[in-house]
């Protein structure tokens, strides 16, 4: 009986949780926001969302892929779908909580592959200094393409921040930012105190920097060079042709060119980074953008057409993150074989 009820329980709570994520996004829109979510969803062509969706997955799985590579070095023969599960864990954490992503990450696969959180933890920041490089590798193509439309975009976005106002339940999001951001602070100070007064704590933070920065360097000491970097290009080249997909949903935006769509890509990147979850930002700023390839230069607002494109792109890929992150809630419940060495088993992907 009791085994029943937590099998319940594993497939109980990740739904709930998952209803009350699309609740959350939801609530926290203003009425025009909902207004221009529905227009938009009535008139698109789901073959065309439905295909950037398959790159966005595809993108998920070589993520996952590649950061076999970095925990490799170290002596972990990760197995694909326990990093595929941690890493869609961790984007479904980052929903709600600010950041809180990546270290839920390290530690799901701390659980399930026995690799210690700080060396886990390690690689994931080497990845997003990659990502970073690649992003400033974009944005420097798309500054290539339109360098004399740099003043019209900041024009356009100084615009949109002063207009830009609160509504409906936003404010929940700010305050699960500021929980986490508090307890940081909180567990800094007590970790501060702990070395100052315990030995054996601070023999333990040692360690813990030592793995970390060793999780870091692994980047360099992976044997798989070129496979990172194919696996890196791969990643970014199906986040672009995501957006790229979707532009075709709207017969109005299906004829932009490359200009337009990597400086649509990159406002919206910017626009995830920024707010949380991208939540009314990512429209925004990609309606913003793209306005200024589909009207004339005077044209002060954002072409609705502009609009549901980001919203068309921003809630698809939401709720498939949602929906992949409680497959693997569900998933990553299950027990993990280990070797009798204690050893995470070999991959059998």
Request: glycine content about 10%; proline content about 3%; hydrophobic content about 50%.
């Amino acid at each position: 009986m009791r085994s029943k009820i937590i099998s319940g329980l594993k497939i109980i709570l990740p739904l709930g949780f998952g209803v009350f994520l699309i609740w959350l996004f939801y609530d926290a829109l203003c009425e025009d926001q909902k207004k221009d979510l529905f227009e938009a969803f009535g008139k698109a062509n789901y073959f065309w969302v439905f295909t950037a969706l398959i790159f966005a997955f595809l993108s998920h799985l070589s993520r996952a892929y590649r950061w076999r590579y970095l925990l490799s070095p170290m002596g972990y023969k990760v197995r694909f779908w326990n990093a595929y599960h941690a890493l869609m864990i961790g984007y479904i954490i980052n929903i709600v909580f600010p950041r809180a992503g990546e270290a839920s990450r390290a530690g799901v696969l701390s659980r399930t592959e026995k690799v210690p959180f700080q060396k886990g933890f390690g690689t994931i920041l080497a990845e997003r200094a990659v990502d970073v490089f690649m992003l400033g590798i974009v944005s420097l193509i798309a500054l290539g393409l339109q360098y004399d439309k740099i003043e019209l975009f900041q024009h356009k976005i100084e615009t949109f921040n002063e207009g830009m106002s609160q509504c409906g339940n936003g404010a929940i999001f700010d305050i699960l930012g500021a929980v986490v951001k508090y307890a940081i602070i909180v567990g800094f100070i007590g970790a501060v105190v702990l070395v100052i007064f315990k030995k054996s704590f601070r023999t333990k933070i040692i360690d813990f920097v030592k793995g970390l920065f060793e999780g870091v360097f692994s980047i360099f000491k992976t044997d798989q060079k070129l496979p990172f970097i194919g696996h890196t290009f791969f990643v970014w080249i199906m986040y672009v042709a995501n957006f790229t997909a979707c532009l075709y949903a709207l017969d109005s935006t299906a004829a932009l060119g490359w200009d337009a769509i990597l400086a649509g890509f990159v406002a919206g990147t910017l626009g995830m980074i920024l707010v949380q979850g991208g939540i009314g930002v990512y429209p925004a700023f990609v309606g913003l953008i793209l306005t200024i390839y589909m009207a004339s230069p005077d044209y002060s607002g954002i072409l609705p057409d502009a609009l549901a494109i980001g919203w068309i792109n921003w809630t698809a890929q939401t709720i498939m993150m949602i929906l992949l992150g409680l497959i693997s809630l569900a998933a990553n419940g299950k027990n993990v074989k280990i070797q009798s060495d204690g050893a995470p088993e070999e991959p059998t992907t």
